[in-house]
């Protein structure tokens, strides 16, 4: 199995509203990532995991709080958003050392 | 300027010509490089990986690394129009899994 699953699919929500992103891969990868990705742009990195534990934080606002329950589950909670959150989220997962990620179909969230 | 360039195209090629993209580094330390291929709302998907210089063949795909010059290519051949995505470069400098982008280029093969 080498997919990395993503939900939802697509999401709506208000400034004022708390909802998470999923993420789940079966590959056995120990390495967890978060990007955001805005139309036309590559993703930018925002979270990485290493074994369960944050490794990697790009300075990214606190309404972004990521959780690693375990090894294959990755969540991005998401709280009091602004309109310019809206984007592409998506989660990718290698191998310790993270050379080959592989990506998930992202969420597509839109904050009104 | 930014550690990796890429030009965002688009390119548009006929149906059955070979595709070539590049981008170009500037950081020495790069050592992992990986092609990835993003259709319009989806995830990228891994396509190529090659470690250091040298080149590496995957049936239509030919990824290049030129250490000494900084540059990276991939080309596509015989190329097709569900080859029509954006094509991104990203590559490596340790080992943290912190992946440089390049820009993207967006491909557009007309039948």
């Known amino acids: 199995d080498t997919e990395v699953t993503q939900t939802p699919k697509h999401l709506v929500m208000g400034m004022t509203n708390k909802k998470s992103l999923k993420c789940e891969q079966h590959?056995?990868?120990?390495?967890m990532y978060w990007y955001k990705q805005k139309a036309k742009k590559p993703p930018e990195l925002m979270f990485v995991y290493s074994y369960e534990k944050l490794s990697i934080n790009e300075s990214v606002p606190s309404r972004f709080s990521p959780e690693c329950p375990n090894s294959s589950l990755l969540n991005l909670h998401l709280h009091a958003l602004q309109p310019e959150d809206s984007a592409l989220y998506l989660c990718?997962?290698?191998?310790?050392?993270?050379?080959?990620?592989?990506f998930g179909p992202g969420t597509r969230l839109t904050v009104l | 300027q930014k550690e990796v360039e890429q030009d965002p195209g688009p390119l548009s090629v006929p149906e059955g010509a070979i595709v070539s993209l590049n981008c170009t580094y500037s950081n020495s330390a790069f050592q992992y490089f990986m092609w990835y291929r993003q259709y319009s709302r989806k995830g990228p998907e891994l396509l190529m990986y090659t470690y250091s210089s040298g080149n590496k063949e995957d049936g239509r795909f030919t990824a290049q690394v030129d250490k000494s010059s900084k540059y990276i290519s991939l080309f596509i051949r015989d190329s097709q129009p569900s080859d029509s995505a954006t094509y991104l470069c990203?590559?490596?400098?340790?080992?943290?899994?912190?992946?440089?982008f390049g820009a993207g280029t967006q491909v557009v093969v007309t039948p």
């Open positions: 990203a590559m490596s400098a340790n080992s943290w899994g912190k992946l440089q």
């Open positions: 590959m056995g990868h120990r390495a």
């Open positions: 990718a997962s290698s191998q310790v050392g993270g050379r080959e990620q592989f």
